[in-house]
């Protein structure tokens, strides 16, 4: 089974990705990952790759769809795949497209993770990281005993940049931004369902495979 799974930050996408993937015995393909491997590997996409981080700026989609079509052609990922952040927009879903076509192959299923934005501030915004230990604490899910303290090592909390609700919110902005037209394309091709990413972790994996099984391929 081939397989996209988008969601917006917030919406636990890499852990469901990581179940889904266990669950379907096929790989877990994320950009970060292939991203990573590359870079340590040394190859020359990872070396290219590199040199636009180290000056601080966005990889091309050139060389982030050469990575995933090298990735893509792997003997593991022949039966299927689970592919996390990637494609990220309409052109690089429609180079996708073409890519598998070649491979004599297309998606079967693109799953979307629904959360609404204020569920994604609460669960984002609530989190508090140790900086001494580095340990994220939730002050309504995962609350130390005594509020700004981390009980593993007694060091204070504090609340990260990236968890401001501000931050969050203009992330949630450029999601959607980014997304709709994505969404719209899959909904267009026919292959978009829809998963409700609220309530405990493994109800949203049981909700996904089920999405899985009647999927439309
Ligand atoms: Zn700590």
């Known amino acids: ?25 096929i790989p877990k393909i994320s950009t970060g990952d292939i991203f990573r491997a590359n870079v340590s590997g040394g ?21 982030t769809v050469a990575m995933v079509r090298d990735r893509l052609s792997e003997e593991d990922a022949q039966q299927g795949f689970l592919l996390d952040g990637f494609p990220r927009n309409v052109p690089q879903a429609q180079i996708l497209q073409k890519m598998l076509a070649e491979f004599g192959t297309g998606l079967d299923i693109v799953l979307e993770l629904v959360v609404d934005d204020e569920e994604v501030v609460r669960r984002l915004a609530g989190r508090r990281t140790c900086r001494q230990c580095g340990k994220v604490w939730h002050v309504d899910f995962d609350p130390p005993s005594v509020a700004g303290v981390c009980d593993a090592c007694g060091g204070e909390l504090f609340q990260r940049d990236d968890d401001r609700e501000e931050t969050i919110r ?40 089920a999405a899985l099984r009647t999927s439309p391929n």
Do not use: C, W
């Not at 988008?6 to 015995?25: D, E, M, N, W, Y």
């Not at 190859?43 to 050139?62: C, H, N, Q, S």
């Open 1 to 25: 089974m081939r397989v996209v799974l988008v969601g917006p930050p917030g919406a636990g996408k890499g852990t469901q990705a990581q179940f889904i993937a266990s669950h379907l015995s």
């Open 43 to 63: 190859t020359e996409l990872g070396k290219l790759a590199k040199g636009y981080m180290d000056r601080g700026d966005l990889v091309p989609d050139e060389v």
């Open 170 to 209: 203009r992330r949630l902005e450029v999601y959607q931004e980014q997304t709709s037209p994505l969404i719209n394309f899959y909904s267009d091709e026919g292959i978009l369902v829809r998963v409700d990413a609220t309530g405990p972790v493994d109800e949203i994996t049981r909700r996904a495979l």
